[in-house]
């Protein structure tokens, strides 16, 4: 796959909203870590009224904006008390909260992208609602020579090793469409391409059998929100007999679809390939 190829892309439209949204809004509630970081990025984190409580990135959002929601939960008197003009969530599990939202009469914004042209898509969508076109272009711009790095990184590599993303230990449940994509971007096979497409953990859910009849060489861990445990693994039946090479990436780095994965995750992917490859 060349970094061009990209796929198909996927941005989900707005919610129909309870008020006419915005033409700029001044205060946006974040719910979700990446809408927070591409405004910081645009030189719009002026306009971030709240973030969610996983934000990580940047760390400054995180010291300066006040936390007011979970990933799946929330209180809307914390919403309300920022004074949104807009909300911002992202994926399936977000949507309830932006509808209990939209009942207080609040515009919401829901995103859904589920690979790298949806993140590019993403960028824009939220440069043009704050009215930095410029800088929204200017992001997609330095995120492509970024990706096109990767690739040709990649394309110096003997061999491309097959690979098992962990996003979660038990269920076992495979790498989603983005992480799926910057594996094929940095020179994997990514064992479970095709399982990644679908939307929903439980459709990506496999079993050890699974895993062990396509032989990784690479098993990649970011267990959402806790430590990778590569002695667990191991524990498998079967496991330890395979030889994989076994690595963590945070999954604030690689799981939600924002910047954070293609400049923090991919990377961490990429030399993991390597040093599969050339060990």
């Known amino acids: 796959m060349t970094p061009l190829a990209h ?11 309870a008020k006419p949204m915005p033409c700029a809004p001044q205060r946006i509630a974040c719910l979700s870590t990446e809408a927070v970081e591409v405004l910081y990025r645009l030189g719009a ?20 904006k006040p936390k007011i929601s979970g990933f799946s939960s929330m209180k809307l008197e914390r919403i309300l008390a920022v004074r949104p003009d807009l909300v911002i969530g992202f994926s399936d599990l977000q949507r309830p909260l932006l509808a209990e939202c939209e009942a207080a009469g609040l515009p919401t914004l829901w995103f859904d992208q589920r690979n790298i042209a949806g993140i590019h898509a993403m960028v824009r969508r939220l440069a043009a609602l704050v009215q930095k076109e410029a800088q929204g272009e200017a992001l997609c711009a330095e995120l492509l020579t970024h990706e096109l790095r990767l690739a040709e990184a990649a394309a110096a590599l ?16 495979c790498g989603i469409g983005w992480v799926s994509e910057i594996i094929q971007l940095c020179g994997g096979h990514d064992v479970f391409a095709g399982r990644a497409r679908a939307g929903f953990a439980k459709q990506r859910i496999v079993s050890h059998e699974e895993v ?7 098993i990649l861990g970011s267990w959402c929100g806790k430590k990778f445990v590569p002695e667990k693994v191991l524990a498998r039946p079967g496991f ?5 090479r076994l690595a963590e990436i945070k999954s604030a780095d690689i799981l939600a679809p924002g910047l954070a ?3 923090r995750g991919a990377p961490q992917v990429l030399a ?7 060990q």
């Open 212 to 218: 062990l009849s396509h032989e990784p060489q690479l």
């Open 7 to 17: 796929l198909s892309p996927t941005l989900a439209p707005a919610l129909s909203t």
């Open 240 to 244: 330890a007999a395979l030889g994989a």
């Open 272 to 278: 993991a390939i390597q040093s599969t490859v050339l």
């Open 158 to 173: 003997p061999w491309r090793p097959r690979v098992f993303f962990e996003e979660w230990d038990d269920p076992l449940i």
């Open 261 to 263: 994965a293609l400049e």
């Open 45 to 64: 984190q002026d306009r971030v009224a709240g973030i969610s409580g996983y934000s990580v990135h940047p760390p400054e959002a995180r010291a300066e």
